[in-house]
């Protein structure tokens, strides 16, 4: 089965600095891995994904992420934090190999606060 | 391109009664999946279906219920609602199943059961 875990409920970071939502994973073949965000009383939006290839994945807005097989972590990140970042954030993952092909699971989500 | 629509955006139904939620995906996009977004539970997956037929299907009991039109909009049903039903359902598009394709969601149905 496959799972996704995002270890941290909430994150508060200063506007100006870098930021880091994290996302470990499990699955039994390869993971297709994406990240959305959404703002309130609204759905989710895309931000990025990752397929295959390069472990340094460029999204919207600014958002980038970082594969890494060793750890099973696909955590989300940006150089430097708008207020306007402020949202909730989840993670998902699909597994190319099981029972669950083409399900998509997210994680419980991380609550990102940008401070002025 | 017209992003996914749900209708209605917002409902009020009382314990036992029965709801019908509308979804039209992206123009072009033949699958769609349901999800229930809870504070509790979180996002949690209801069904997915493509051409007409339902893929894959979560942990619901079998008062939740769905189907796909030729025209790949979707509907899902919730018969004798209970309080805990309460929630977001939101419904996401993509061009087919799986794979590395992104789901694009919609604002969701915002359902209330007193």
């Known amino acids: 089965a496959q799972s996704v875990a995002q270890p941290e409920d909430q994150v508060n970071v200063a506007e100006g600095n870098p930021l880091t939502v994290k996302c470990t994973y499990s699955v039994s073949g390869n993971p297709y891995l994406f990240w959305y965000v959404q703002y309130p009383n609204r759905g989710l939006q895309f931000l990025l994904k990752y397929i295959t290839g390069d472990n340094l994945v460029k999204g919207s807005y600014g958002f980038e992420a970082e594969f890494n097989k060793s750890q099973t972590s696909f955590h989300l990140k940006k150089p430097s934090a708008l207020v306007s970042d402020s949202a909730l954030y989840f993670c998902?993952?699909?597994?190319?190999?099981?029972?669950?092909?083409?399900?998509?699971?997210f994680g419980q989500g991380t609550i990102l606060t940008v401070h002025p | 391109k017209a992003g996914v629509t749900q209708t209605p955006r917002y409902l009020i139904k009382t314990r036992g009664q029965q709801v019908t939620l509308s979804c039209s995906p992206i123009s072009g996009h033949r699958s769609v999946s349901w999800y229930q977004q809870t504070p509790g539970q979180g996002l949690q997956f209801l069904f997915e279906y493509f051409s007409e037929t339902q893929r894959n299907k979560g942990n619901f009991p079998g008062r939740f219920s769905g189907r796909q039109f030729s025209n790949s909009r979707s509907e899902m049903n919730v018969s004798t609602l209970e309080l805990g039903d309460s929630a977001l359902y939101l419904c996401?598009?993509?061009?087919?199943?799986?794979?590395?394709?992104?789901?694009?969601f919609g604002p969701g149905t915002r359902l209330t059961v007193l």
């Open positions: 998902a993952v699909r597994d190319t190999g099981g029972t669950s092909y083409g399900k998509l699971t």
């Open positions: 996401a598009s993509s061009l087919v199943p799986g794979g590395y394709n992104e789901q694009f």
